[in-house]
């Protein structure tokens, strides 16, 4: 019943940037946080980052510098700003709500259809 619906993906190439949106049809309060999640051909899923509904920020290793990620809780939205892209950025990105806890999140059972990113050489 809840939808999460990402957008912004696209072609681009290295060194450019990429902003991409996440909408939640609604909160789900016990869920406290969002995050983005990646995914490339043959690889596991990654979390890329996440944001708790007070701040809470924390990136992968692979990403801290260059992509940002921004909430407006009103709006059950999250945005996640990548520059400086590179070709291993390359994966489908999707929009989870979860949980933050203890330094650590824990991915929910709501995610978007994905949005696709393509770095080109």
């Known amino acids: 019943q809840v939808q999460v619906v990402e957008s912004g993906g696209g072609l681009v190439q290295t060194g450019g940037s990429l902003r991409l949106s996440c909408a939640a049809s609604?909160?789900?309060?016990?869920?406290?946080?969002m995050a983005w999640y990646r995914q490339a051909p043959e690889k596991q899923r990654e979390l890329v980052a996440y944001?708790?509904?007070?701040?809470?920020?924390n990136y992968a290793d692979s990403v801290k510098g260059r992509f940002t990620i921004s909430r407006d809780n009103a709006k059950n939205t999250v945005w996640l700003q990548m520059n400086s892209l590179k070709p291993e950025d390359t994966a489908v990105y999707y929009c989870?709500?979860?949980?933050?806890?203890?330094?650590?999140?824990?991915?929910?059972?709501?995610w978007g259809q994905g949005t696709q990113v393509t770095v080109s050489s």
């Open positions: 989870n709500m979860g949980t933050y806890y203890s330094g650590t999140y824990f991915a929910g059972d709501y």
């Open positions: 609604e909160r789900i309060y016990t869920l406290n946080a």
């Open positions: 944001i708790s509904d007070i701040g809470r920020i």
